[in-house]
Nanobody
Framework: QVELVESGGGLVQAGGSLRLSCEAP????????MGWYRQAPGSQRELVAA???????KYEDAVKGRFTISRDKTKNIVYLQMNSLKSEDTAVYYC?????????WGQGTQVTVSS
């Protein structure tokens, strides 16, 4: 089973910043898009941000202007820079990769924003 190595979560005060990272295996073929979903307890998992192989990005409306997703193409690493964090950003963040063959997930990293 392909595992995405995900890190960078933690506890931060409202208005602070965190940066998440997620690394896919270099051997993984046919990657189309990488990004993050997030899920708060009792809530549906929602797409937060995604980056396509041509560099185009997509964001949930609630994080536009605060979060920035980027990718190191050579290393298959994606980063999510999260600024001006709010309490409603608190969730487990799950990295994902969509490829020509399958969809893969990271183990999740907890982001907690105190108000």
């Amino acid at each position: 089973q392909v595992e995405l190595v995900e890190s960078g979560g933690g506890l931060v005060q409202a208005g602070g910043s965190l940066r998440l990272s997620c690394e896919a295996p270099r051997r993984l073929p046919g990657i189309k898009v990488m990004g993050w979903y997030r899920q708060a307890p009792g809530s549906q998992r929602e797409l937060v941000a995604a980056i396509y192989m041509n560099g185009d990005t997509k964001y949930e409306d609630a994080v536009k202007g605060r979060f920035t997703i980027s990718r190191d193409k050579t290393k298959n690493i994606v980063y999510l820079q999260m600024n001006s964090l709010k309490s409603e950003d608190t969730a487990v963040y799950y990295c994902f990769v969509d490829s020509a063959w399958n969809k893969y997930w990271g183990q999740g990293t907890q982001v907690t924003v105190s108000s």
